[in-house]
């Protein structure tokens, strides 16, 4: 097929209409030769929809970033075992309340335990730390991003009292994984994973980074197709930020127009889901949150984390906070957005089957 004669906008309407493209669609709607007016037109769109259904809401999360600890390698990320410049920290079960509790006054309604795959912090721990939450914050969703797990570990947390969890893919293709992991770990593991976290009944969230090395638009493709068949009802998209102490320290950072591209693309194909405008978004462009929300995103996760430990959870160089932890930053964060004439809900904001 000759993928430049496809028109673009009569594409986008189609994509609003089935909610899916072919793959070949797909590249051409996310190449370079897309213009100005048709961007915009994507981004108008997506917009439109995410006011439909969300209103001028962005629902908020609040981020415990509970240890650094990782017992993997990923090339892409300053966690990684190799990295020996990180003093690392796990978050006592005590600790985290304590988070929990700020966040509570603050008006947050859904926490999200994010952390390493660290091998000291069992099963069993996060058992403890999940019904601890859910004892004391009932009215609160606990959301876990903790890596891969067993099927039984999966269905213990989610019994304990966990609602969400949040696992990117970072990308379908096996080569392509391949080379952006080591050799120990397995993109098939990752979608076992996906698989059994949607059979338990969990509100489930993938991803990918935009422009991680090797990435090619016709990955990306894949992937939209990949979430098509998973149905994710959360999706978080943000731009590759490289970390210095990373095999990837010298390559570029992702595009921020095609990471704006793609929220436009994801929320036209999940009207109801959650997509975050991510810290990274944030990160790579001093008006990053604000145009991924434009584009179509419909929550934001300032960081609930002890101020103390934020620099060592260093994912990526010059990780940025939303600033939004106690109840002064939040207003201030509200502030910021009313200008994009958007308000921030403390509803729990489950996902929405429209
Ligand atoms: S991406 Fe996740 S699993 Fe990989 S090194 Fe970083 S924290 Fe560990």
């Given amino acids: 097929m000759n993928t430049l004669a496809l028109n673009i906008f009569e594409l986008i309407d189609r994509l609003e209409g089935s909610r899916s493209l072919e793959h070949s669609e797909f590249v051409r709607l996310l190449s370079d030769d897309i213009s100005p007016d048709e961007a915009l037109y994507l981004q108008h769109r997506a917009r439109f929809i995410t006011d439909r259904i969300f209103g001028r809401n962005v629902r908020i999360r609040g981020l415990i970033e509970i240890t650094n600890?990782?017992?993997n390698d990923c090339l892409y990320c300053g966690l990684r075992k190799s990295n020996s410049s990180l003093r690392r920290y796990t978050l006592t079960v005590g600790e985290i309340l304590s988070c929990c509790r700020l966040g509570y006054e603050a008006g947050f309604r859904t926490f999200v335990l994010q952390g390493g795959e660290n091998p000291g912090l069992t099963a069993d721990r996060i058992v403890e730390t999940v019904s601890a939450i859910h004892k004391e914050?009932?009215?609160?969703?606990?959301?876990?991003?903790?890596?891969?797990?067993?099927?039984n570990d999966l269905e213990l947390f989610r019994e304990a009292g966990a609602a969400r969890y949040l696992l990117r893919h970072e990308t379908i293709n096996s080569a392509h994984y391949s080379r952006l992991h080591p050799s120990e770990m397995s993109r098939d593991n990752r979608l076992r994973c996906l698989w059994t976290l949607k059979r338990l009944g969990y509100q489930t969230g993938t991803g990918i980074m935009v422009g991680s090395p090797f990435q090619t638009v016709s990955n990306i493709a894949e992937d939209l197709l990949f979430m098509k068949e998973l149905q994710p009802e959360m999706i978080g998209i943000g731009p590759f930020i490289p970390h210095s102490a990373t095999p990837f320290a010298g390559y570029n950072a992702g595009n921020l127009d095609l990471t704006l591209r793609l929220i436009s693309i994801l929320r036209l194909m999940f009207p109801g889901a959650n997509i975050p405008a991510t810290t990274a978004l944030h990160t790579l462009h001093p008006q990053g949150r604000d145009r991924g929300l434009l584009a179509g995103a419909n929550v934001v996760m300032p960081n609930l984390s002890p101020t103390g430990i934020r620099k060592q959870y260093s994912l990526y160089d010059n990780k940025k906070s939303f600033g939004a932890e106690s109840a002064e930053g939040l207003a201030k964060l509200a502030s910021q957005l009313e200008k994009i004439n958007l308000f921030i809900t403390t509803e729990r904001g489950d996902y929405k089957n429209v």
């Fill in 137 to 151: 914050f009932a009215d609160c969703a606990i959301t876990l991003s903790l890596g891969e797990w067993s099927d």
């Fill in 69 to 71: 600890v990782c017992r």
